[in-house]
């Protein structure tokens, strides 16, 4: 079913696009915002649905005697999800790829909402204020009237033909009432609970009955109104719509009894329409009308690329606002003939091509919303500013044809078996085999065998299995027969060098940094971790076996990552860079030492002319002056988590290591 088409009526909708357009590029000449109140565009769009929906429904109903859903909504369809699910997926790659974890999560979120056309639910959930200084830093913030129109158009079908069925000549009547009782709701809204007001169907709704109103009488009347006085009263309506534009701001009450202004603007100018109008000829002029057009495609396109102009820091003048806005344009008239078209031709594209060109990417930005939703932003795509550090985990960088070298417990990783100057073991836990990778890369070049013996919680405690605490599990392999053969290869090999440590200061303490129990734990009745220790490592030292030592890596009570994050309150992953070359983020050194008190006291009571010891809290730490641990300088990061270096880090640590070899030459 078609209604006759009105050229003024694209027109008007040019005249409100442009002005929630211009509100949004926050235009400021002299001081003065220009069209501060555009965002009453909207409502205009509102009282333009309500009249066109409402004419739709009535004359079907009257003609037929009935009303297809199906045919309704999948005109709503063809006509609204197309390009809002082509817009969706391309801003995703640019979410991706520079908004931090925290904005990504939240712009996930409010584009699953705004597919599912609930978005403005999101927004009042989360309090966003619309017309803030941050709202535009939330791209899909303008979908908020689509959800309020979908949602309307769900239940307004069902409450016409209810009505034309048991109160036919009390439609007029109902919708008023109706509309009173909305007004009467958002006024009073509009003071006590404003964003919920401003985001309401309930608060809304009064506004598209008033065009819905107007599409009652017409039909009622068959014609719009002729008055003589028509030119004035649709030259009033105009300037009652520029008005509300130009000197409404966002400390005006709205939704309120002054919106009435604009709504019954609008009203006046659908109503008193004709071709002998000034109004209604100035508005089909064909360059407005060709906006109007397009209007929903830039309403679409505009406050994204707006809002990822300033997310990235690219809005700093006039021209670059300009800019964004004909960009905005360009793409409003390919997305119009290139997707909005072609989609509302049934010849072209039937529902079942409908139904396929929509399930994929539906269920694509569903997928993606999802696992941002559960993976907090994805904190992993850091790499993008750490670009070493992150492209893969530390403990995974040692491999041989096999694989990683890490939580084996036989066939480990042998490099260089024909180095003439020694055999080095890395021994320890996931902490030690971080630095695998430049360490045997360095000593087979240097004409070392390089064996890996590096397990899961595993440190070097002969005579001791590593057990789940609950369930006498033995963890990883990591058992006393596993550490027999550590030492029997060690002491066994040519000229050996053991490089020992991990994470001393959990095993001892049975906790982590932040007090919490260990589930595992090392266990042997008869002897105690430290006696252990002290006399597995003199054993080797007697035998002739080199051992450097390794203490305590300090630790960081918290995620390295979402501290950057949050410290620097950061929108994009090159704010990020720019915060960590001005700034410190720093942890305790007092903490670590208090931490590793019983580490030290233990590994300082070995001495042998075979031991040599490496320090970490020297390179990682100022323990002199201001007592604080680092986890950063101007470009990388010390940490892959709370506690395991990243590659940068432990090249670092790795470093000194290496420097020691240079004394067995």
Request: with cysteine; net charge positive; aromatic share 16%.
């Amino acid at each position: 079913m078609k209604i006759k088409y009105r050229p003024e009526i694209d027109g008007l909708r040019a005249l409100s696009v442009l002005a929630v357009v211009l509100y949004h590029a926050n235009f400021v000449i002299d001081g003065n915002f220009i069209f501060q109140g555009g965002f009453l565009g909207v409502d205009v769009f509102f009282v333009i649905s309500g009249y066109l929906i409402t004419s739709l429904i009535l004359k079907e109903i009257n003609q037929t005697g009935e009303f297809s859903y199906i045919n309704f909504y999948l005109r709503r369809a063809r006509r609204i999800l197309p390009v809002l699910i082509f817009i969706t997926l391309f801003f995703i790659p640019f979410a991706w790829s520079n908004l931090t974890p925290t904005r990504l999560y939240d712009f996930s979120n409010s584009i699953l909402s705004s597919t599912f056309f609930s978005s403005n639910f999101f927004f009042i959930s989360n309090s966003h204020e619309y017309g803030d200084v941050s709202s535009i830093l939330k791209p899909f913030l303008h979908t908020w009237s689509l959800s309020v129109e979908e949602q309307f158009y769900i239940i307004y079908p069902v409450f016409l033909l209810f009505c034309f069925k048991f109160f036919k000549n009390k439609l007029f009547l109902l919708l008023l009432i109706i509309s009173i009782f909305s007004l009467i709701l958002a006024q009073w809204g509009s003071a006590n609970f404003s964003i919920l007001n401003f985001y309401s169907l309930p608060t809304r709704i009064w506004e598209l009955f008033c065009g819905g109103m107007l599409a009652k009488i017409e039909i009622d009347s068959k014609n719009l109104s002729i008055s003589k006085y028509s030119n004035i009263l649709s030259l009033v309506g105009v300037i009652s719509v520029i008005y509300s534009f130009t000197f409404f701001t966002n400390d005006t009450l709205h939704p309120s009894a002054l919106t009435l202004i604009p709504v019954l603007g609008t009203m006046m100018i659908i109503w008193y329409s004709n071709k002998k109008n000034i109004v209604t000829n100035l508005l089909s002029n064909k360059f407005l009308v060709g906006l109007g057009l397009i209007s929903y495609s830039l309403y679409l396109w505009h406050y994204p690329l707006f809002s990822f102009a300033e997310l990235l820091n690219l809005i700093e003048n006039f021209t670059h606002k300009f800019t964004v806005i004909i960009l905005s344009v360009i793409l409003s008239i390919m997305s119009y003939f290139l997707i909005e078209k072609p989609f509302r031709n049934k010849s072209s594209i039937t529902n079942k091509k409908l139904f396929f060109f929509l399930f994929i990417p539906i269920v694509s930005i569903v997928i993606f919303s999802y696992s941002s939703y559960k993976e907090k932003g994805f904190p992993n795509r850091s790499q993008i500013v750490f670009k070493d550090e992150f492209k893969n985990k530390p403990w995974d960088l040692l491999k041989d044809i096999n694989g990683s070298c890490h939580l084996r417990t036989d066939n480990f990783c042998n490099f260089n078996p024909e180095g003439k100057n020694g055999t080095v073991f890395l021994v320890g836990d996931s902490h030690m085999i971080t630095m695998g990778k430049p360490l045997s890369d360095q000593l087979t070049k240097n004409n070392y065998n390089f064996i890996s013996l590096t397990n899961g919680g595993c440190y070097y405690f002969p005579k001791f299995d590593y057990v789940n605490s609950k369930t006498t599990e033995v963890m990883f392999g990591c058992d006393q027969k596993y550490q027999k053969k550590r030492k029997k290869m060690i002491l066994d090999a040519h000229n050996p060098i053991a490089i020992i440590g991990g994470n001393l200061n959990r095993y001892l303490s049975n906790e982590d940094v932040n007090s919490k129990k260990s589930e595992f734990k090392f266990i042997n009745n008869d002897f105690s971790l430290e006696e252990s220790l002290k006399t597995s490592i003199l054993e080797l030292l007697n035998n002739n076996v080199k051992v450097i030592l390794i203490y305590p890596i300090p630790e960081v009570p918290w995620d390295p990552l979402k501290k950057i994050f949050s410290s620097s309150n950061s929108r994009n992953f090159n704010e990020v860079k720019k915060y960590i070359s001005t700034n410190n983020i720093t942890t305790s050194y007092k903490s670590y030492e208090v931490r590793s008190i019983n580490s030290f006291k233990l590994l300082n009571n070995i001495e042998h002319k075979n031991l040599f010891k490496v320090f970490p809290h020297k390179i990682f730490c100022d323990y002199t002056n201001i007592y604080e641990c680092y986890i950063h300088n101007e470009k990388n990061i010390f940490y892959f988590d709370s506690e395991h270096l990243s590659i940068f880090g432990a090249n670092m640590l790795a470093k000194p290591i290496l420097e020691i070899f240079s004394k067995f030459k």
